[in-house]
């Protein structure tokens, strides 16, 4: 079946960086676009980035952008959210999803993991 | 990137029909049929339910329904059933390939 395993949250001081990973399965990986979206603590969900099916195109909301850069190895199977400059106000539970179609335009979100968390924190 | 608007919370008594609203602008929900919503229980991975407005994806019940007037989007529950109780979120295109979500509506079913 679909599935999508996120991995690499954890506790990080402000302004250092962390990376995450999303391994993909059940699916034509590199058919797909693909999207982090989190969820700070108590507060509701909001779209981080989506990355086409080639990789091609990347788009970010504003609350990350230039901090935060999206990538996938369609080799590999796997989606990735590196995270430069962290603020605390990027504490939340990241999601990886899998779009409905190629990315462009993003859709929705047809699967989701069970997301990875992270802290920052001094 | 501003978030689309939705009430905070609603309620409901098993068997009876409920509708969550969801408002935005001509800039994304009034302009594109890229609307989507998701059934979230906390703790687990959110659920698409409904997407371009009122299609529903292989295995959600019939009785969940969506629709879209203007710059609102909802979304109808019909029979509720005690597991309906979860948040739930609508999401709109919103040009230039990004992605913006409602602030989420709690359902409490009584």
């Known amino acids: 079946q679909v599935q999508l395993v996120e991995s690499g949250g954890g506790v990080v001081q402000p302004g250092r960086s962390l990376g995450l990973s999303c391994a993909a399965s059940g699916f034509t990986f590199s058919n797909y676009g693909m999207h982090w979206v989190r969820q700070a603590p108590g507060k509701g969900l909001e779209w981080v980035a989506v990355?086409?099916?080639?990789?091609?195109?990347?788009y970010y909301a504003d609350s990350v952008k230039g901090r935060f850069t999206i990538s996938r190895d369609n080799s590999k199977n796997t989606l990735y959210l590196q995270m430069n400059s962290l603020r605390p106000e990027d504490t939340a539970v990241y999601y990886c999803a899998k779009d409905g179609g190629s990315g462009i335009p993003p859709q929705a979100f047809h699967v989701w993991g069970q997301g990875t968390v992270v802290t920052v924190s001094s | 990137q501003s978030a689309l608007t939705q009430p905070a919370s609603v309620s409901g008594s098993p068997g009876q029909s409920i509708t969550i609203s969801c408002a935005g602008t001509?800039?994304?929900?009034?302009?594109?049929?890229?609307v989507s919503w998701y059934q979230h229980h906390p703790g687990k991975a959110p659920k698409l339910m409904i997407y371009e407005v009122n299609k529903r994806p292989s295995g959600v019940s019939n009785r969940f329904s969506g629709s879209k007037s203007g710059n609102t989007t909802s979304l109808t529950i019909s029979g509720l059933q005690a597991e309906d109780e979860a948040d739930y979120y609508c999401c709109s295109y919103a040009g230039s390939s990004t992605l913006v979500f409602g602030g989420g509506t709690k359902l409490t079913v009584l």
């Open positions: 990355i086409s099916y080639d990789g091609g195109n990347k």
């Open positions: 001509s800039g994304d929900v009034g302009s594109y049929v890229l």
